[in-house]
């Protein structure tokens, strides 16, 4: 079965951290690149970081010095940290394969950031 599982989302404060996790089925995760997107309210989704294979990586201008984007070959598992979190990082976070087409998405997890 071709699919993907998000978790790690939540509610907290300005300035924490969260840990979101993607398992990817076989398929998808042999794909080249991987990477976490995200959506606020009236918003557009955008791409928030990528991650190749071989763990070149590659992220927004938002995203660069606060979250770092990661990959477990052996576990199917993508990770996104995200650090120093602000009001605006609120959103729905999708993990999504092949970037930058994705073909396929995750159900989503919502990340609040309470001010």
């Known amino acids: 079965q071709v699919q993907l599982v998000e978790s790690g989302g939540g509610l907290v404060q300005a300035g924490g951290s969260l840990r979101l996790s993607c398992t990817a089925s076989e398929t998808i995760f042999n794909l080249n690149a991987m990477g976490w997107y995200r959506q606020a309210p009236g918003k557009q989704r955008e791409l928030v970081a990528s991650i190749r294979r071989g763990g070149s990586t590659m992220y927004a201008d938002f995203a660069r010095g606060r979250f770092t984007i990661s990959r477990d070959n052996a576990k199917n598992t993508m990770y996104l940290q995200m650090n120093d979190l602000k009001s605006e990082d609120t959103a729905v976070y999708y993990c999504?394969?092949?970037?930058?087409?994705?073909?396929?998405w995750g159900q989503g997890t919502q990340v609040t950031i309470s001010s």
């Open positions: 999504a394969a092949p970037v930058p087409f994705p073909m396929y």
